[in-house]
């Protein structure tokens, strides 16, 4: 298991945009990886995930304005966040795309709206 740093979480203006950034402490390249939300009082659930062989999937709440992606030489995830909306306030985190190691700190998104 590896550990995770999430970063990038900003407060925003309803159709901004905010780049989220997960470091791992070691290679991603063959892991599934997903982005995960949590609204309080709401259990995580799973926002974006990325396969091992490139291929995407998005709930279809952030289909079609979030990205996942990830650079391998940084061990690095990230979701691109566009067209923000006040529901999008949560605090993300990146894991596994079930969840197997364990969880950082998170990055906050915050509406100011």
């Known amino acids: 298991q590896l550990q995770l740093v999430e970063s990038g979480g900003d407060l925003v203006q309803p159709g901004e945009s905010l780049r989220l950034s997960c470091v791992a402490s070691?290679?991603?390249?063959?892991?599934?990886m997903g982005w995960y939300r949590e609204a309080p009082g709401k259990p995580r659930e799973l926002v974006a995930a990325?396969?091992?062989?490139?291929?995407?999937d998005y709930a279809d709440a952030v289909k079609g304005r979030f990205t996942i992606s990830k650079d391998n030489s940084k061990n690095t995830l990230y979701l691109q966040m566009n067209s923000l909306k006040p529901e999008n306030t949560d605090i993300y985190y990146c894991?596994?795309?079930?969840?197997?190691?364990?969880w950082g700190h998170g990055a906050q998104v915050t509406d100011t709206s």
């Open positions: 894991n596994t795309d079930v969840g197997l190691w364990p």
């Open positions: 070691g290679s991603l390249r063959w892991i599934n």
């Open positions: 990325l396969g091992a062989d490139g291929r995407t």
